[in-house]
Every structure is written in structure tokens, then in C-alpha cells.
């Protein structure tokens, strides 16, 4: 940042429309082959949280372009630091070889820019499609050092899960990064109108944590974790809205969403994302509230007796050290700092057996519609090999 004009130049007012991920990560899984092990006693999905760099204001167009913009600046010279913020899982089970570290990346930030400045799409760039890979466990756990050693922000919420669940987790992993094929896999698109829940679609980075958890009959419907807007029809643009251009002083001048009235997918465009920034905000209050959770209108399931407490790696050896891999690989917990959370119990919860792993889309959506129809169309990029 060397003057007032880099701050003020254009480019800037792209970070608005960046959803919850930062640039291109390397895509990589672990395998999922079962170890001779079976035990069900320690199965846990834990969701790692990187709050954005500065708090983003979504009351408003204009207000989360402004607070957007000052969470990219304060990032541009510093390395593994999230403008939007990051969400990403481990899986750690004894049906594993060893435990699996991944998340949800775009791949390009070129392809955002072309987006914004090229085809101006305008807010419609929360929804848009791009190219996406899974996140591997090298750099992920890079970041995660990166972000202790700077004093960065990080948090996780641990779920203990029966193995019914975990093996409901491991089979949607698989189906999302290795797809069915009959196309590309689900986990070569990256976009905020995905839910990967749904058939065939990719998702973004929160949406890919929460589909996990949601796999394991846990409920994720908590209005403190994701932001539900309207867009107005006039700022969006490109091919979800008849080529329209819309130009930086429109989104910056709108001081209100769209109040839902008319005509979807042409008088607004309906958004709703997990923001890592409110998650993060949910798990580090309930961390320092140090409390032992009882009352189930505070839990994520109605169903058994839960408890909810405060925990921090690395001083917790009967709940994180690893167990009982096949490997010699250990459990990221053992071989970081601390890191502050909570843990909530959820093995009594039951595993929803009747429903499948994916199920088609109800509501209506311009921008999974378009994305499906240059899928079959076969405008959108070819197949991609996972990489090893």
C-alpha cells in the first residue's frame, strides 16, 4: 500500500462480491480406506473457523462493500490472511488409516476479477460459478500454524459422532470429490447459491463444513451462524440477469436489501450463506461462557440428553489425543498450539438412515438454474483429475 490512489483504485470494490473463501488452494484428500481398527468410541467431525481480518457489515449493499474493502486492504501484504474468512473440517475416526484434513477453495481469483470487471455481474458474484478444488491437508495446516504464530484468530467446534454418522460423512465425501459419473464431481464448483447437499452441486467453503455436519442428523439451521439477504434486481448482472453491466457506484449507493416483494430471480435475487464470521462469534461466546449446556433450546438437536463445553487443544488428552490409527500419522490436535472451542456430544444423536446422503433442490434458484444449463450445455470448464 504505498498510496491513497492504490486505495481508492477500482480493483477494490471487487472484494465486496468475494465470497467466503480466499485464493486458490492446492486440491488434495486423504484416501478413505478403512483400518482394521473398529471402535466406536471416539468418532469426531471438527469445523476449524478463521474469522474475516475485519468485520464485514452485511446491513446494507453499501455498507458490506465499505467493510469488505477495509478487510482486503488490511490483508494485501500478509500471507495466509482471510479477507472474508475460512472454514474447513477433520474428520478423526478409527475407520480411518488417518484422519482427514480438507475444506472447500476457489481456485482462481482471476476468475473473480474477470467476473466483476469483464462480465460485471455486480452482486451476482455471490452466487456465480467458478472453478473449485478440495483444500489439501499440507497447506491447510500450514495455515493453521501460520495463523498461531501471527497471533491470528481461529477457533473450532468439535462434534463426537457414532459411527453411523461418521460413515454417512465419509460416503458424502467421497460422492462430493469423486461425483457419480455421470459429469464432473460436485467438488470442481465453487459458489455461495450452492448447498452440496443437493444433487450435483459444488458449494463454498462454510456451506461445505455445514453439509458435513448436517449429514450426521445434527441440525445447522441456527440463525446466528448464517446471513439470509435479498438482492435487489438491479445489481446483478451478467448472465443472471440478461447481460445486465452493473457498474460499482449502483452497489454503492443501495442502502437496504431488497424487501422481498416481486418477483424472484427478477426483482431480487435470494442469498443465504454461513458466514465463518458469525460462527466464529458463536463458538468463542460459548467458550468463554465456560458453561455446561443441559437446556436443549441452546443445543443443536431436540433429540437426548447433549452437553456443550468449553475445551482447548492441547489440554484435553482424554478427548484429542490420537487413537488407534493404522498408520503412524497423529491427529492435528497433537501437533499444534492451542486453540480455543467447544466440544458438543452428539453420539446418542440418530443417524437419519432414510434419508439420502443427497436430495434434489425444491426452491427455485437463477443461479443454480444457470449453472445447470451450462453444465449440460458443456460451456462450463471440462473435467479435472483429483489431485494426489
Known amino acids: 500500500m504505498k498510496s491513497n490512489c492504490f486505495i481508492h483504485s477500482p480493483l477494490l470494490a471487487l472484494t465486496v462480491f468475494l465470497l467466503l473463501l480466499p485464493g486458490p488452494l492446492c486440491a488434495d484428500l486423504t484416501s478413505f480406506s478403512s483400518s482394521s481398527y473398529q471402535d466406536d468410541t471416539l468418532h469426531k467431525l471438527t469445523i476449524f473457523v478463521i474469522p474475516s481480518n475485519r468485520p464485514l457489515d452485511w446491513s446494507s ?17 500478509k500471507k495466509h490472511k482471510y479477507s472474508l474468512g475460512h472454514l474447513f473440517v477433520q474428520i478423526e475416526s478409527p475407520l480411518l488409516d488417518e484422519p482427514v484434513l480438507t475444506g472447500m477453495s476457489s481456485v482462481s481469483n482471476l476468475e473473480k476479477l ?14 456465480a460459478t467458478m472453478k473449485g478444488a478440495l483444500d489439501s491437508r499440507e497447506k491447510l495446516e500450514e495455515v493453521i500454524s501460520h495463523t498461531l504464530s501471527s497471533e491470528g484468530r481461529i477457533a473450532f467446534l468439535t462434534f463426537l459422532i457414532n459411527k453411523e454418522a461418521v460413515n454417512r460423512v465419509i460416503a458424502f465425501l467421497q460422492t462430493y470429490r469423486d461425483g457419480t459419473g455421470n459429469g464432473p464431481p460436485p467438488s470442481h464448483f465453487y459458489g455461495g447459491a450452492f448447498w452440496p447437499g443437493f444433487d450435483g452441486e459444488g458449494s463454498g467453503c462454510s456451506a461445505f463444513g455445514m453439509a458435513l455436519v448436517d449429514a450426521c442428523g445434527i441440525d445447522v439451521s441456527r440463525p446466528e451462524w448464517f446471513m439470509r439477504v435479498n438482492i435487489p434486481g438491479e445489481l446483478v448482472g451478467g448472465r443472471y440477469n440478461n447481460n445486465k453491466r452493473v457498474k460499482n457506484s449502483l452497489v454503492e449507493s443501495y442502502k437496504s436489501w431488497h424487501n422481498g416483494e416481486g418477483e424472484l430471480n427478477k426483482d431480487y435475487f435470494k442469498i443465504e450463506m454461513y458466514d465463518p464470521c458469525l460462527i466464529y462469534k458463536w463458538i468463542t461466546k460459548r467458550y468463554n461462557e465456560r458453561i455446561s449446556v443441559t ?17 482447548e487443544m492441547g489440554e484435553t488428552p482424554d478427548l484429542f489425543a490420537p487413537k488407534h490409527y493404522s498408520s503412524e500419522e497423529t491427529t492435528l490436535s497433537s501437533r499444534i498450539g492451542p486453540i ?3 466440544c458438543i456430544d452428539a453420539r446418542q444423536i440418530p443417524v437419519p438412515h432414510t434419508k439420502p446422503l443427497f436430495t434434489r433442490r425444491k426452491k427455485p434458484s437463477a443461479f443454480i438454474d444457470i449453472f445447470k444449463k451450462e453444465l449440460e450445455c458443456g460451456k462450463l470448464f471440462p473435467r479435472r483429475k483429483t489431485a494426489k
Open 295 to 311: 437446556d436443549k433450546s441452546d443445543i443443536l438437536t431436540t433429540e437426548s440428553e447433549q452437553y456443550l463445553m468449553a475445551v
Open 340 to 342: 480455543r472451542g467447544v
Open 114 to 127: 474477470k467476473l466483476y470487471l469483464v462480465e460485471k455481474v455486480g452482486l451476482g458474484i455471490m452466487g
Open 61 to 77: 449493499p453499501a455498507s458490506l462493500h465499505k467493510t469488505t474493502k477495509k478487510s482486503w486492504i488490511s490483508t494485501v501484504t
